[in-house]
């Protein structure tokens, strides 16, 4: 191995690293501020992190997750990050955790799905929200929870997709073209 070869690798990680933070945080900034689209915004951010997973490795899209998680504290809000850092960014890595780690598929989705789904439980229940939406709609308690896990799960399974195919579309056009030789 070329003595070279490790400080040129360590230069490339933390590169590639400020560029995906500083993409996600544009993502969840804009998804703060234009009107429509906040989350496929979030879910552009979370592909950011799962470009971390592929190009660096797991606990460097951690890293990267975090630090979009900490500026999107100061710009938009705790909001936004919340969102980002609650549902976006776990999603990505539990999916492509498990996806690499080689469970059965029927095994993948049930983690994830009930991972995510009891994160998702906590933080209506935490928020209040499930309150105000029952009064809000007229409707009983467990026929919203129903609604509100029935569109959750839609969105997990045409999530996980997205992102399988992105992992197939990295590997096919993104990754030769960061690796070419010059």
Known sequence: MHPDKK???SAYTIAISGI??????????LSGVLPTGRLFLLLLASLLVATAFFEINF?????VALGISIL?????GPV????????????SLLILHFYHCGFPKLLQYLLSHMIMSLLLLAVVKVSGLDTA??????????????????????VL???RQVLLNYELFFYERIHPWLRRKK
Do not use: D, T
């Open 72 to 76: 999107s504290l100061a710009y938009p």
């Open 20 to 29: 995906l933070i500083a993409l996600g945080w544009l993502f969840i900034i």
């Open 133 to 154: 939406l029952v009064h809000r709609f007229n409707l009983e308690s467990w026929l919203l929870w129903l609604i509100i896990l029935a569109i959750f799960q839609l």
């Open 80 to 91: 936004q990050a919340a969102a980002f850092a609650i549902f976006a960014a776990p999603l």
């Open 7 to 9: 400080p040129r690798r």
């Open 59 to 63: 606990s460097g899209a951690i890293l």
């Open 157 to 159: 399974l045409i999530y």
